[in-house]
């Protein structure tokens, strides 16, 4: 086969791997069995792919914006934004880097059961021809986002530096980078993949699971919702970077973004050490040779993974065939869970409680006299981590199989399930702040614990509302993008009502008590208002 | 006394998907103790029928009733009173047998009483060695099997089988068949799609020939010869004289042996 016929059938895997999915979520529309349906399919994976790809290149632009806040107020005191073309550099790679990683752990679980590629593999077709179509499909499915983000960061170099070398060099970094991202996600996938086939779930692996999620988990996330922080982690990266006689600093020039950072800044005529240079040079060949493996894996593995494998047979012996009958909604729930737990998509989700508590609590550890605001704004952002937890459970799980499954559930016990796991999500940051609170002081005593507390009331109610558009837009066939803003965006409006009330009446009246109670009745309001939906459900 | 209640009753079911008119005013009548095999060509309307039933899809137009109730208006009730088999068996891949049957039972709110009848399905049908191994690691035939247990698990008034033998080997799918059977014996009803004659003659009670979304023929073996002008026909012979494939398929015959005798093969 030669690349010209890979790439023609990459187009076919393409369209399989976009269609079938539809397909199997028992989406039915008018057009559903027509040439039409598969062109409305594959328009809707493009603008998929298209806001994905925005998404990246505010990710990819955003420290580079501050870069030049920087250089627009250098002489103003502006520490919460000042950040240098090293930093700029290095959280614009590490950004794009964690967007790819956690938007190919989304895709790749498709991509590998999808069954897309089985007709070519009753062909007489080489592996490495399957390899080839399997990649160039791969291809297909990120290149606007790989694009966009190499696009961003060379535009943002050359406009900032003029630099011929340092855009280059950010090249190099950028693809690297990218490779890197897809052969880690693609290693995760497969790992999944084959502990599915290996037969059983239970045992020591079970019991560090929940531990390997945690770590990667935070990895990825801490590098997604870097943009939020930047601000607390840029100054002391920028201080490590300048002695990398440290311990942290020598790791950080010899670490992929930092050491394009560091290099792009001395081609770019900013002045950089001796010593950071070097590890720099070292870490980059590092990286260029990492990604050259990176690609041996992708090309190596991705045969094996997506083609069809053959069914196993359980281990031998006696086996004690019963299970235990649990009440209908803690099955669902443990269903939930357990489904969640055993998909890369997922997984990640059980480090959640653990990031939204380090990105509640780090703002406030600073500042001795702790007003309302950061605790409203704390709670806001837990509730919004809440909301993508509820967003991937309802995601995780094929919404076709539910459908089509002849079991007599009511919507409320579909949707109650995944609202209960959600904001049991939410629950450890009012404890967070109720701990980092202690022995600080604060400007309404009364409010400070007690928002955090009612905030899970209107975490509920966002659930409910966000899990019930959802399942709305599932039975429309909307590509994932759409689904994400619609349904997190339809949550944070109910998450933010008490909030806004709390303003409006703190405004209006300067008293915090006053504002409190409006935030209750709201939340109050918004509580019944869920529990009416859940009702209305219950008799569906 | 008092006449049975159908298990099912459907009258002039029509279907549409989009331009697609996958129902065309298709009659059933289902009693309890009847095996009813639904027969017809790829794309006649039997997983149509069947989704209808199961209260998975509702139709365009037509009235249904199963086991007393409307699948469209009180799809949960129908459930509960239902086992339905999928055509590609619809479960949760990453779950085990023994979690997915877990699960089914706790969201039917069976009692205790059902894991003896799970236990024992699960034994006839072999899967031990399966039991806490993922689905989606298990071959097709397997997944069938827990398919079928999951839909028989609550002894559900009525089953409905889409190609429930699809997948099964010959041992499975002789139980299978003797399941369906001491089901009907015991006043249940079964309706299931098949293409395989052999299992629709052995089995049924009655059989319905679907054909572009209608049933065109309907009946016991002999009602169906008597039907045809045939007495001495097979039901493979009598299913596509009244599907009106007869000549389609003598003529396709023709062509390969004239293809074949010229050489071209």
Redesign the interface.
């Known amino acids: 086969m030669d690349l010209g016929e890979a790439w023609r059938a990459s187009k076919v895997s393409y369209t399989e791997l976009v269609y079938r999915p539809i397909l199997r979520s028992?989406y039915?529309?008018?057009?559903?069995?027509?040439r039409k349906s598969v062109k409305t399919a594959l328009t809707g994976a493009t603008v998929n792919k298209m806001i994905f790809a925005l998404f990246t290149m505010a990710g990819a632009l955003f420290p580079f914006a501050l870069y030049r806040l920087r250089i627009d107020s250098s002489s103003i005191h502006l520490t919460s934004a000042s950040i240098d073309l090293t930093i700029a550099v290095s959280l614009s790679l590490l950004l794009v880097f964690g967007y790819l990683v956690l938007y190919c752990v989304q895709v790749l679980p498709t991509f590998v059961?999808s069954g897309s590629f089985g007709p070519l593999a009753q062909l007489p077709v080489a592996s490495r021809d399957v390899s080839t179509v399997a990649a160039m499909t791969l291809w297909r499915t990120l290149d606007y986002i790989l694009m966009v983000s190499l696009l961003s960061q060379l535009a943002a170099i050359a406009y900032f530096t003029g630099s011929i070398t340092g855009t280059l060099l950010v090249a190099l970094a950028s693809v690297s980078s990218s490779l890197l991202a897809i052969g880690l996600s693609l290693r995760l996938t497969s790992l999944f993949q084959r502990r599915?086939?290996?037969?059983?779930?239970?045992g020591v692996r079970a019991f560090f699971r929940p531990l390997y999620f945690i770590l990667w988990g935070l990895g990825v996330m801490s590098a997604v919702f870097l943009f939020s922080v930047i601000s607390f982690v840029a100054p002391p990266l920028q201080v490590m970077l300048t002695q990398p006689s440290s311990p942290e600093g020598f790791a950080l020039s010899l670490l992929l973004p930092f050491s394009a950072g560091l290099i792009v800044s001395h081609f770019s005529g900013q002045n950089v050490a001796a010593l950071s240079l070097v590890l720099a040079v070292g870490g980059m060949a590092i990286a260029a040779l990492g990604s050259l493996g990176a690609s041996a894996v992708i090309f190596r593995t991705i045969a094996g993974v997506v083609l069809p494998?053959?069914?196993?047979?359980?281990?031998?012996?006696?086996?004690e065939?019963?299970?235990?009958?649990?009440?209908?909604l803690?099955?669902?729930i443990?269903?939930d869970i357990?489904?969640s737990s055993?998909?890369p998509a997922t997984g990640f989700l059980f480090a959640l409680p653990l990031f939204e508590i380090i990105a509640v609590v780090v703002p406030l550890t600073a500042t001795p006299l702790v007003r309302m605001a950061p605790i409203l704004v704390g709670a806001q952002v837990g509730g919004g981590f809440a909301l993508f937890v509820a967003f991937l459970l309802v995601t995780v799980?094929d919404l076709?199989?539910e459908?089509?499954?002849?079991?007599?559930?009511?919507e409320s016990?579909r949707t109650l399930s995944k609202v209960i796991v959600s904001t049991a999500a939410y629950l450890p940051v009012p404890v967070a702040l109720a701990l980092v609170l202690m022995g600080k002081a604060l400007t309404f005593e009364g409010g400070a614990i007690i928002i955090p507390i009612a905030t899970a009331g209107s975490v509920f109610a966002a659930c409910v509302f966000e899990v019930s558009v959802l399942k709305a837009l599932a039975d429309t066939g909307r590509g994932t993008a759409v689904r994400f803003a619609a349904g997190i965006g339809s949550g944070e409006l109910v998450l933010i009502l008490p909030t806004l009330a709390y303003a409006v009446a703190y405004v209006l009246w300067h008293d915090h008590a006053a504002a409190l109670e409006s935030f209750g009745l709201v939340t109050v309001m918004e509580l019944a208002a869920g529990a009416f939906l859940l009702r209305l459900k219950a008799v569906r | 006394m008092s006449t049975p209640v159908p298990l099912v009753d459907a009258s002039d079911l029509v279907k549409d998907y989009g331009s697609v008119r996958a129902l065309a005013g298709l009659s059933l009548r289902v009693m309890p103790g009847e095996v009813y095999g639904l027969l017809g060509p790829n794309g006649a309307g039997k997983t149509t029928t069947l989704r209808i039933l199961s209260g998975l899809d509702s139709p365009t137009a037509g009235s249904v009733k199963v086991v007393g109730y409307d699948p469209v208006t009180e799809a949960i009730d129908v459930k509960k009173r239902t086992g339905y088999v999928a055509e590609s068996a619809i479960l949760y891949e990453s779950l085990t047998p023994r979690e997915y049957f877990e699960f089914v039972a706790s969201t039917r709110r069976l009692d205790e009483s059902v894991v003896k009848r799970a236990s024992t399905l699960a034994d006839v049908f072999d899967l031990g060695s399966h039991f806490d191994v993922p689905i989606g690691a298990l071959s097709l035939g397997t997944k069938q099997k827990i398919a079928v247990i999951a839909s028989m698990m609550h002894s559900p008034p009525l089953l409905l089988l889409d190609e429930p033998l699809n997948g099964l080997d010959a041992k499975s799918g002789r139980i299978l068949k003797e399941l369906i059977i001491l089901h009907a014996g015991n006043g249940g009803g079964v309706v299931f799609s098949t293409h395989v004659m052999e299992v629709a003659e052995t089995m049924c009670t009655r059989i319905g020939i679907v054909s572009s979304g209608r049933v065109v023929a309907e009946g016991t073996m002999d009602e169906l010869r008597t039907l045809s002008g045939r007495r001495d026909s097979s039901l493979e012979d009598l299913f596509l004289k009244l599907t009106d494939e007869e000549k389609f398929v003598a003529d396709a015959i023709g062509r390969l042996r004239e293809d074949s005798q010229r050489g071209s093969w």
Request: hydrophobic share 30%; glycine share 18%; no cysteine.
């Open positions: 028992g039915t529309s008018r057009d559903m069995g027509s059961s599915l086939e290996g037969g059983s779930l239970s494998t053959r069914g196993v047979t359980g281990e031998g012996g006696k086996t065939l019963s299970f235990r009958v649990r009440g209908a803690s099955a669902y443990l269903k357990r489904v055993r998909n799980e076709g199989v459908r089509k499954t002849a079991l007599p559930f009511s016990v």
